[in-house]
T-cell receptor, first 111, second 114 residues
Framework: GQQVMQIPQYQHVQEGEDFTTYCNSS?????IQWYKQRPGGHPVFLIQ?????EVKKQKRLTFQFGEAKKNSSLHITATQTTDVGTYFC???????????FGTGTRLKVLA | DVKVTQSSRYLVKRTGEKVFLECVQD?????MFWYRQDPGLGLRLIYF???????EKGDIPEGYSVSREKKERFSLILESASTNQTSMYLC?????????????FGSGTRLTVV
């Protein structure tokens, strides 16, 4: 079936280091969303990407949608302890309307 | 702000019990969803509804049913709870399918079946 894989599953970084999580789909996606879930919390919507090659920024966060619309990445510059949590991507396979969530990347930031 | 409210934060039920998880949203969203979240498996869609009395199976509907009698309320029913249904259950809503503003999630219900 259609799958959306995320790597890495876990990442520990020192505060101030950069962090990147990657999202890969087995099929072409019409759009992709990113969510952040703080420990003990629920997923919160961050952003949606629609166009091939699209890049969007939110302060220290940079989101990218691949040219082939089968992968995406989230890059955090100079991580802070407030960045701790699990980051999920969610994509809609082309021709469908249901989001498929990735497995998530759990980020731990060491002060 | 859109608010999605789940009736219970924690729930402990016995094997074989019928369990109701309730979810209410207050922004007139068309679509509502039930997910379960398990470590290493991400969020998996159980059922969703795109209109009152309309429902569609997600990826893991076995052992579950849903009810949407009113637009703002979406209930998840475990007909006969089993230990493998111990999980975090998340309800979500969205204005439309493929909503640019994303899904709004409730705080979750952590269900333990003993």
């Amino acid at each position: 079936g259609q799958q959306v894989m995320q790597i890495p599953q876990y990442q520990h970084v020192q505060e101030g280091e950069d962090f990147t999580t990657y999202c890969n789909s087995s099929t072409t996606l019409s759009n992709i969303q990113w969510y952040k879930q703080r420990p003990g919390g629920h997923p919160v919507f961050l952003i949606q990407l629609v166009k091939s090659g699209e890049v969007k920024k939110q302060k220290r966060l940079t989101f990218q949608f691949g040219e082939a619309k089968k992968n995406s990445s989230l890059h955090i510059t100079a991580t802070q302890t407030t960045d701790v949590g699990t980051y999920f991507c969610a994509g809609v396979p082309s021709g469908t309307y249901k989001y498929i969530f990735g497995t998530g990347t759990r980020l731990k930031v060491l002060a | 702000d859109v608010k999605v409210t789940q009736s219970s934060r924690y729930l402990v039920k016995r094997t074989g019990e019928k369990v109701f998880l309730e979810c209410v949203q207050d922004m007139d969203h068309e679509n509502m969803f039930w997910y379960r979240q398990d470590p290493g498996l991400g969020l998996r869609l159980i059922y969703f509804s795109y209109d009152v009395k309309m429902k569609e199976k997600g990826d893991i509907p076995e052992g579950y049913s849903v009810s949407r009698e009113k637009k703002e309320r979406f209930s998840l029913i475990l007909e006969s709870a089993s230990t493998n249904q111990t999980s975090m259950y998340l309800c979500a809503s969205s204005l439309s399918l493929g909503d640019f503003y994303g899904y709004t999630f409730g705080s979750g219900t952590r269900l333990t079946v003993v």
